[in-house]
């Protein structure tokens, strides 16, 4: 779509020589690393998607209780939830995804997405990179490594940046952005398959963590719709995550005039400077730049702002994490960003071993339902709808029959299943009201039309336009292929 963005061009050395982040009122958690932009256009253009937001439930979404029930399996397997009608005749949801179910005529679910893991970090970095084998030196130890395959968002931002996709990457908006926060596990370590890996941390998305990473014990979309980890060990202080926006306001005193003058003043000392540089300084300028170019545009601000949102709003999304993430999104894609990745639900939120449908008929659906249509119904009474790819996927499924953890929870819930989840895709000038593929009568394996992260992929890269052979260039000015496998045919 196009921007309307209006910043003021800066030199390469202006951030630097404005000053530190802490003297622009941002903190380095909240601007990470961008890499400069490379105005090479290909000229090819396949998809008609400007920008693509997509949904990660981290945790892993069950199947069963979303969009491939069973109803006439066993009480063991086909749980607690009762299938409704969706507008489109032969599809059928869940009953706590009413407002989804109104609006399918928008949306396809591929209910026959597989993967070789059960494994929480390797089925992330499957999801997140779009590959489903490990690269040499892959541990798994959630630590994020530069022998990883890059991100989806990274290459897709590096795409953006090259003039590959749709809608090339504004000047100076990051191209790719993640919110509203980075994927932590509960121990500490940092969840790999989200970052640059062999592409290099310049590559890196631009992280936004305006979900203060708390007690790793609570869980779900707060304010509104908190549980804790296990319920029957539940933390003994209460969540006290607030959600907060990045500070992207002057100091005091400091305005966009007196900065444009320090700017001028400095322009002989950046010449004088030049020449020293090395890769880290320039890395580092780099984000001061991105700085400046946020401060500059009010629109990018006000995207940032989304719990002053009007109370009508507020009240369509949620007054939650969910909520405030996907209000965000929107606003961030309208001001030119190409992808934005929306992590709905850190430490694990949808891994619902038990207590799980209770957890997700009260916790984790309506605000999901909620907030997801709101987006949806946005950006179509906006008209971008069509140019907008949503997808939501998570880890993994969960396990075809029920199990108990009777230690931590009260009632059942299901494990982790890699062999098969239902992904949804809506919006991107995809077709809408369509189901891909089928699982078998339990729910536990492909049956029909088989995907795999490197299709879903291909279709993320081949809606924002990206050419078959486009390639991606390491440090090394070495091609690396974006295709692993063809897009979805039946989304096409």
């Not at 679910?109 to 929480?120: A, E, I, K, Q, Y």
């Not at 990883?148 to 931002?157: F, R, T």
């Not at 299943?417 to 995809?430: C, D, E, H, K, T």
């Amino acid at each position: 779509m196009p921007s309307a963005l209006t910043h003021p061009q800066f030199s390469r050395r202006v951030a630097l020589q404005a000053g530190t982040l802490g003297l622009l009122g941002l903190g380095m958690h909240e601007l990470p690393g961008l890499q400069a932009a490379n105005s090479a256009n290909s000229g090819t253009s396949f998809g008609r998607a400007k920008s693509c937001i997509y949904i990660f439930l981290s945790g892993g979404l069950a199947q069963h209780e979303s969009f491939d029930l069973k109803p006439e399996a066993p009480a063991e397997i086909r749980g607690e939830f009762t299938p409704i009608a969706t507008a489109t005749p032969g599809m059928d949801i869940c009953e706590h995804l009413p407002l989804l179910a109104k609006r399918s005529a928008q949306w396809s679910v591929v209910r026959s997405l597989t993967h070789p893991s059960n494994d929480h970090t390797a089925g992330h970095f499957f999801m997140l990179t779009g590959r489903s084998t490990t690269p040499p030196g892959f541990v798994g130890d959630r630590k994020a490594r530069p022998s990883d395959w890059p991100s989806i968002a990274s290459v897709a931002g590096d795409a953006a940046r090259q003039g590959y996709t749709a809608e090339p990457a504004s000047k100076y908006l990051p191209s790719t952005i993640v919110l509203p926060e980075r994927l932590v596990h509960w121990s500490g370590g940092v969840i790999p398959g989200a970052y640059g890996g062999q592409m290099g941390p310049q590559r890196d998305p631009f992280f936004i963590e305006a979900s203060p990473y708390g007690d790793p014990f609570w869980r779900g979309a707060y304010p509104e719709y908190t549980f804790a980890n296990e319920s029957k060990k539940p933390p003994a202080a209460a969540d006290s995550r607030i959600y907060r926006a990045p500070s992207l306001t002057m100091p005091q005193g400091l305005n966009l005039s007196r900065l444009d003058a320090r700017v001028a003043l400095l322009k002989d000392i950046d010449c004088q400077r030049q020449a020293l540089e090395d890769a880290a300084t320039r890395n580092y300028d780099h984000q001061r730049q991105a700085a400046i170019g946020l401060l500059a545009d009010p629109q990018v601000r006000q995207a940032f702002d989304v719990t002053q949102a009007d109370d009508k709003t507020q009240e369509r999304y949620g007054r939650n994490s969910f909520g405030w993430s996907l209000l965000m999104a929107r606003r961030l894609v309208e001001a030119g960003v190409n992808l934005v990745q929306v992590n709905l639900g850190n430490n694990e939120t949808w891994d619902t071993h038990g207590d799980a449908f209770p957890r997700l008929k009260n916790k984790l659906l309506p605000p999901t339902d909620r907030a997801l249509t709101a987006l949806m119904d946005d950006l179509h009474a906006a008209g971008l709808l069509d140019s907008t790819l949503i997808v939501m996927a998570g880890e993994f499924g969960r396990t075809p029959k029920i199990s108990t953890l009777p230690a931590s929870f009260f009632g059942p819930g299901r494990d982790h299943w890699g062999a098969v989840q239902s992904v949804f895709f809506a919006g991107g000038g995809l077709r809408g009201g369509t189901v891909v593929g089928a699982s078998d009568r339990d729910g536990g394996y492909p049956v029909a039309d088989p995907q795999t992260p490197e299709s879903m992929a291909a279709t993320i890269y081949h809606a924002l336009g990206i050419a078959p052979d486009a390639a991606w260039h390491d440090g090394q000015n070495r091609p690396h292929q974006i295709y692993h496998a063809e897009p979805i045919a039946a989304l096409i």
